[in-house]
């Protein structure tokens, strides 16, 4: 019987190892799952060291975006950049696109701008875009809002 025939014929009891009762591992294929443990051995570690390495990457990013922000409270810059940021999420329109829109001037009294407003509405209705209807709609809503804030003071 030669070194590869065990698992063709059945073994005998020399072949058995007497702790788990499998048949003995000959050297060649020891290598090879060696090699083959080794392999898994070294994507493991790698797939450990990434996940590390991502980790304490993220924590100094964080520990540096909140030392930014303290900073910038400190010197008062955080209140300017929130007012900004207030403004353009806003997309409030001021009087001064809304009078572009409509095309009138800031003498044109409200008799003008209302009939401008009919005008592009009207026209923006039959062949234009609703986006462009709406636009419309804004500029004259935000020149409204500017006519009743000039009324109280």
């Not at 209705?125 to 020149?143: D, I, M, N, P, W």
Request: proline share 3%; glycine share 6%.
């Amino acid at each position: 019987m030669d070194g590869t025939s065990w698992f063709l014929e059945p073994p005998t009891k020399s072949y058995f190892c007497s702790r788990d009762a499998r048949p003995f591992v000959t050297a060649e294929p020891f290598a090879k799952n060696q090699k083959h443990h080794f392999t898994s051995q070294a994507g493991r570690l790698i797939a450990n060291l990434i996940v590390l390495g991502s980790g304490v990457l993220l924590r100094a990013v964080s520990q540096a975006y909140w030392q930014a922000l303290v900073n910038a409270s400190k010197s008062g810059v955080a209140q300017e950049t929130v007012q900004n940021l207030a403004h353009k999420v806003s997309k409030t329109l001021t009087e001064h696109e809304a009078r572009q829109i409509l095309g009138v001037s800031e003498k044109a009294s409200w008799e003008e701008i209302m009939k401008k407003y009919d005008t592009l509405f009207e026209n923006n209705a039959k062949t234009g875009t609703f986006y462009l209807q709406s636009k419309v709609f804004r500029a004259k809503e935000c020149l409204e809002a500017a006519k009743q804030r000039a009324g109280e003071r």
